[in-house]
């Protein structure tokens, strides 16, 4: 499908608007679609809500026109349980400012269809089309982000990546490429439209809309969603973090211990004792809780086999994924899938772990980093 490029306008570029004061006078209403998803969340949904209604107030104007729409112009029954009604159908003729689309769960496969025709249909009508959360994935899978940068919800991000390499998916708070802006939505949201409203009616109008959220000025697009990804908390000691970056980029081809150590310059020992010391357990513990957590994310969100899953998470079987899996969580990878899959899942931490489960995983891991590095499995993407 050819993608209508915003002249002028590249990644991470809103489209250039006249200036950094605000308009003085906007005559046309911008018409603002969201397309509400079943399982979407009251969070995501309200903020957008809400933002352009506060926008509606400090211009003394309803500039910003928001219509909910839905798949089958029928309720839609959001996370919490609550029905949506649509306030248009889906058949709105004449062109669309921005249309919104917002997903927070894998859809009913059934659905799937339905969604692309929808999501489709958007994009032909619309000047920018945003997607937040899990949304993106239903761009990506309608083919409509093939070639381009997009981010999502970091929980959804390996299974992304895994999923739809044709789209290069990064860790950022908000990208806009050509005629798409992806998020992760919740409270990105507020950066996000804070910006794209900014982007019309200036600068100046950003920060009166920021201080009535009683928010800060827009965070950076490229900031990464999660500070846990690229600092750890409690740690001040730069090898420790040079040590996590490195375990970090080597999953799915785990390094041994004194091989990390060699590269951050110190001996396997000090680096034993510098983890105690700052982090309150072990490298191998800690690499092992990393791979756990690649593996939690695959099988959640990705259709990857737990065989696969094994493989993309550096495990030399299936039996040993099993095993140390359940030494961190209390599942097996199966149980866990089934139990928590397609939702927000419990954190795998390793404060108060069993002093006999922290032992078998650490066996386990010093078992894995011992084997020589296996080849990458053919169509992963590892962060």
């Known amino acids: 499908m050819e ?13 250039p608007s006249s200036g950094q004061k605000m308009h003085p006078m906007l005559a046309a209403a911008y018409q603002v679609r969201v397309l509400v998803l079943p399982g979407s969340t009251e969070l995501d949904l309200t903020l957008h809500q809400e933002l352009f209604r506060v926008a509606n107030g400090l211009l003394n104007k309803s500039l910003f026109c928001v219509d909910i729409l839905t798949i089958d112009d029928q309720n839609v029954t959001l996370a919490n349980g609550r029905a949506i009604m649509p306030t248009a159908t889906l058949n709105l003729s004449g062109e669309c400012a921005l249309s919104i689309v917002l997903s927070h ?32 994935l239903l761009l990506a899978s309608a083919g409509l982000l093939d070639g381009r940068i997009a981010t999502c919800h970091v929980d959804l991000m390996l299974a992304a990546r895994e999923s739809y390499p044709a789209v290069e998916f990064v860790d950022q708070l908000w990208i806009r490429d050509g005629d798409f802006l992806t998020y992760p939505g919740h409270l990105s949201t507020v950066d996000t439209m804070v910006e794209y409203i900014g982007e019309i009616l200036g600068a100046e109008f950003a920060e009166a809309l920021s201080a009535e959220l009683i928010s800060h000025s827009p965070r950076s697009p490229r900031l990464s969603q999660r500070s846990t990804r690229n600092t750890v908390e409690g740690n001040n000691d730069r090898r420790v973090q040079k040590a996590v970056d490195i375990m970090r980029s080597h999953i799915e081809a785990p390094l041994s211990i004194p091989a990390i150590a060699e590269k951050v310059g110190v001996s396997t020992r000090s680096l034993e004792v510098l983890w105690r010391n700052v982090l309150g357990s072990s490298p191998q513990l800690f690499y092992m809780r990393e791979r756990i957590n690649h593996s939690c994310s695959l099988l959640l969100f990705s259709g990857l086999s737990i065989t696969e899953i094994s493989c993309a998470c550096g495990f030399s079987s299936g039996a040993s994924f099993s095993r140390a899996f359940a030494d961190l969580t209390g599942l097996s990878p199966r149980e866990y899938r089934r139990k928590h899959g397609n939702k927000i899942a419990p954190a795998v931490l390793l404060k108060n772990r069993m002093t006999r489960r922290a032992q078998s995983v650490e066996a386990v891991a010093s078992g894995a980093a011992k084997r020589e590095p296996r080849s990458t499995l053919k169509g992963t993407r590892v962060s």
Request: glycine share 2%; hydrophobic share 40%.
């Open 3 to 15: 993608h209508r490029k915003t002249p002028g306008c590249a990644v991470n570029e809103l489209p």
């Open 105 to 136: 769960i894998n859809p009913d496969p059934a659905l799937i269809p339905v969604i692309h025709s929808a999501v489709r249909k958007l994009a032909k009508t619309s000047t920018l089309i945003a997607a937040a959360d899990q949304a993106p």
